[in-house]
T-cell receptor
Framework: EAGVVQSPRYKIIEKKQPVAFWCNPI?????LYWYRQNLGQGPELLIR????????DSQLPKDRFSAERLKGVDSTLKIQPAELGDSAVYLC???????????FGPGTRLTVT | AQTVTQSQPEMSVQEAETVTLSCTYD???????LFWYKQPPSRQMILVIR??????QNATENRFSVNFQKAAKSFSLKISDSQLGDAAMYFC??????????FGQGTTLQVKP
């Protein structure tokens, strides 16, 4: 069974530039999560999807962050424009509504210079 | 709001010895899940063990076991017969019925040969 796939693995951009991250969840998983993990800290939830509906986006900075999950499968997280403080690892996770376990992808390390 | 606290930023253990990582949490809910995740330097978050709050019996997975004290809101992880591959950052996480994971700050475990 393939795991959660994320791309790119690394991204370096200048501040004020846009950036996008892509996530492909495990086949059959209807819930999808985006987390941000700052260096040396635990992940923090940005947005949670059930199928194509965002059911919890209370911690997503909506002035510059946006996300979509078309057709309830793949998801894209976008930042525009990026700020220095956005440097972090962005993790995607997926799961099912049959239990609380979440499966994590390898993450995208973003560096904003 | 729920919170998770890991008071040990770093721990060290000799290979083949036993180590215990501490975690406390705060919640007003009665039904929830607790997890320990392992994150090696490659950043892929891996589930180590889970505990359902309604179960009194402590969960075990091979060399990994927990001491779940619901009244004290404590959830420690014991690693027996430590191996070099156990070296990683360990995160304690709380999951409510909404599916939202709340992570602690993490504990970096060093295993000495």
């Amino acid at each position: 069974e393939a795991g959660v796939v994320q791309s790119p693995r690394y991204k370096i951009i200048e501040k004020k530039q846009p950036v996008a991250f892509w996530c492909n969840p495990i086949s059959g998983h209807n819930t999808l999560y985006w987390y941000r993990q700052n260096l040396g800290q635990g992940p923090e939830l940005l947005i949670r999807y059930e199928n194509e509906e965002a059911v919890d986006d209370s911690q997503l900075p909506k002035d510059r962050f946006s996300a979509e999950r078309l057709k309830g499968v793949d998801s894209t997280l976008k930042i525009q424009p990026a700020e220095l403080g956005d440097s972090a690892v962005y993790l995607c996770a997926s799961g099912t509504d049959r239990g609380p376990r979440q499966y994590f992808g390898p993450g995208t390390r973003l560096t904003v210079t | 709001a729920q919170t998770v606290t890991q008071s040990q930023p770093e721990m060290s253990v000799q290979e083949a010895e036993t180590v215990t990582l501490s975690c406390t949490y705060d919640t007003s809910e009665s039904d929830y899940y607790l997890f320990w995740y392992k994150q090696p330097p490659s950043r892929q978050m891996i589930l180590v063990i889970r505990q359902e709050a309604y179960k009194q019996q402590n969960a075990t997975e091979n060399r990994f076991s927990v001491n779940f004290q619901k009244a004290a809101k404590s959830f420690s992880l014991k690693i027996s017969d430590s191996q070099l591959g156990d070296a990683a950052m360990y995160f304690c996480a709380y999951c409510s019925n909404t599916g939202k994971l709340i992570f602690g700050q993490g504990t970096t475990l060093q295993v000495k040969p």
